[in-house]
């Protein structure tokens, strides 16, 4: 059983930065490919990024490819998203997603991810 536990939200200016946390625990980190999803209110759960077991491949939604980036610590069992120049559209609650042991590569896929964290609240204001 993985557990994941996000921080780093809070309240930003368009244009302006926030770094996203995700912190893990049970099982192995370093066998989960990892990603970041958010939810915005009356939305559908959306893909934001991706990153391999490895963190030697990732994946970006078009949506913030160039301004997001993912990142993996496996040695402290964390994942971050650096987001900069937010957009009031990034406002959504994000969470953080560990995908199966089985699989190497990271998804952009919902359903390929088992263990999903409670989320943080990344706000920003126009």
């Known amino acids: 059983q993985v557990h994941t536990v996000e921080s780093g939200g809070g309240l930003v200016q368009t244009g302006g930065s926030l770094r996203l946390a995700c912190a893990a625990s049970?099982?192995?980190?370093?066998?989960?490919?990892m990603g970041w999803f958010r939810q915005a209110p009356g939305k559908e759960r959306e893909f934001v990024a991706a990153i391999s077991k490895s963190g030697g491949s990732t994946l970006y939604a078009d949506s913030v490819k160039g301004r997001f980036a993912i990142s993996r610590d496996n040695a402290k069992n964390t994942v971050h998203l650096q987001m900069n120049a937010v957009r009031p559209e990034d406002t959504a609650v994000y969470y953080c997603a560990a995908r199966n042991a089985a699989y190497a590569t990271s998804s952009t896929r919902i359903a390929d991810y088992d263990y999903w964290g409670q989320g943080t609240q990344v706000t920003v204001s126009s």
């Open positions: 049970g099982g192995i980190f370093s066998s989960r490919a």
